[in-house]
Each structure stands twice: as C-alpha cells, then as structure tokens.
Nanobody, 123 residues
Framework: QVQLVESGGGLVQAGGSLRLSCTAS????????MGWYRQAPGKQRELVAV????????TYADSVKGRYTISRDNAKNMVFLQMNSLKPEDTAVYHC????????????????WGQGTQVTVSS
C-alpha cells in the first residue's frame, strides 16, 4: 500500500506565499515522476507542475510560471511546491501525484493521488 499525504495549505492574502509538501509512504521501491495538480470549484483538475526523478525536467502550467517552483527530496520521498505571488485565481484544492513501483525493478508502475490540501487566496 502506498499513500501520498499533502500539507501546507491554508488561507493567504493575494501576493503572499505558501509552501506545499507531499510525502509518499508505504511499500515503495522507486518513485519516478512527481507533481502537483489543482482543482477549483466547478472546474476540471489541471496540471500545476511536474518533475522527473532527477529533477532535470520540470513542466509548469503557463498560469504559474515564474511564481511557483517544484522541488523534491528523493531520500525522503517528498515533493514540494513553493508558491509565491499568489492570486485569488490560484484558489483550489492542490493534489500530489506520483508514479511509484513497489515490488522491485521488475514491478509495474502505478499512479497515485493524495487527498489534497486546500489553498485559499483572498483579494
């Protein structure tokens, strides 16, 4: 069993910053891609940022480029999202996502989601 647990969400004023964390736990052999998605009320879930295992390749949504930074700590099975210059339109539930395999180098990769953490930006 694998779990992803997010933390760090909250209420912040426009222009402020938050740092989200996500920890993967359970039977983990290897984690490949890790990333963040968000879902605002009445909208579809959308990609925010994703990074490869070695961190050399990162992808950001156009709406967050220059304001958000994704990073990870492979030793701790964690991924982070530093969010600066927050805007009211950034308000959403932010979900962690990861491709993980548990059994060994021969095992299949599975995609996992966290329950999400609420980020609310007031104007």
């Amino acid at each position: 069993q694998v779990q992803l647990v997010e933390s760090g969400g909250g209420l912040v004023q426009a222009g402020g910053s938050l740092r989200l964390s996500c920890t993967a736990s359970g039977t983990i052999f290897s984690i490949n891609r890790m990333g963040w998605y968000r879902q605002a009320p009445g909208k579809q879930r959308e990609l925010v940022a994703v990074t490869t295992r070695d961190g050399t390749t990162t992808t950001y949504a156009d709406s967050v480029k220059g304001r958000y930074t994704i990073s990870r700590d492979n030793a701790k099975n964690m991924v982070f999202l530093q969010m600066n210059s927050l805007k009211p339109e950034d308000t959403a539930v932010y979900h962690c996502n990861a491709d993980i395999r548990s059994g060994g180098s021969w095992a299949q990769w599975y995609n996992y989601w966290g329950q999400g953490t609420q980020v609310t930006v007031s104007s």
